[in-house]
């Protein structure tokens, strides 16, 4: 069965650095998003992303957050100076389609755990 | 702004016991809502999808109802066994976001 698959499972970085977190799509997937989820608390949308244009981003998602489908198979998450608090899991979801119907439900990857020190 | 609120927190049953989980939210006007299971650690697993315009959706030993106009949805699971453990969330679907419920941990003991 088709899934979504995220690079590295685990990242350690400093304070100030730049990670970017890697995300493979099931293949025929149109729409694309991250989410987060900081340790006891819910899970966050940060951004939803399709035909290589942000269609909706939380507020959560400052200057600091980008995302690029650099190539056809990939999809990325970049924080560009890490700080303690976006320590989290980070998710990574696509879907077939967008909207109300069965073909839009939303597949998640197994996440990333980002460790801010 | 969509909050989504799930009862109880925690719930602990015994094997072969049938069991209800149950979500609220507070902005009908929603697509749809799924249902996921989170294992500790890990990713996310939907169970379910139900469209705003149904009232329930089956699969196996679960089922899903959608009462809209009243902002609730439960998950009834049958039959429970111990491979059940895990937090169950739902999420309800404005037109491109999922908002998150914290969550209910269930444990199944043996």
């Known amino acids: 069965e088709p899934e979504v698959t995220q690079t590295p499972s685990h990242q350690v970085t400093q304070m100030g650095q730049e990670v970017i977190l890697r995300c493979v799509p099931i293949?025929?997937?149109?729409?694309f998003y991250w989410y987060r989820q900081i340790l006891g608390q819910k899970v966050e949308f940060l951004v939803s992303?399709?035909?290589?244009?942000?269609?909706?981003k939380s507020e959560i998602f400052d200057d600091q957050f980008s995302v690029e489908r650099p190539d056809g198979s990939n999809f990325t998450l970049k924080i560009r100076s890490t700080k303690l608090e976006d320590s989290a899991m980070y998710f990574c979801?696509?879907?077939?389609?967008?909207?109300?119907?069965?073909?839009?439900?939303?597949?998640f990857g197994p996440g990333t755990r980002l460790l801010v020190l | 702004k969509q909050e989504v609120t799930q009862i109880p927190a925690a719930l602990s049953v015994p094997e072969g016991e049938n069991l209800v989980l149950n979500c609220s939210f507070t902005?009908?006007?929603?697509?749809?809502l799924q249902w996921f299971r989170q294992d500790p650690g890990k990713g996310l697993t939907s169970l379910l999808l139900?469209?705003?315009?149904?009232r329930e959706q089956t699969s196996g030993r679960l089922n899903a109802s959608l009462d809209k106009s009243s902002g609730r949805s439960t998950l009834y699971i049958a039959a429970s066994q111990p491979g059940d453990s895990a937090t169950y969330l739902c999420?309800?679907?404005?037109?491109?976001?999922?908002?998150f419920g914290q969550g209910t941990r269930l444990t199944i003991n043996p």
């Open positions: 979801a696509s879907s077939l389609t967008s909207g109300r119907f069965i073909r839009s439900a939303q597949y």
């Open positions: 293949s025929n997937h149109l729409y």
């Open positions: 992303f399709y035909n290589n244009e942000i269609s909706e």
């Open positions: 902005d009908s006007a929603i697509y749809n």
């Open positions: 139900i469209q705003s315009s149904q």
């Open positions: 999420a309800v679907k404005g037109a491109q976001k999922l908002v």
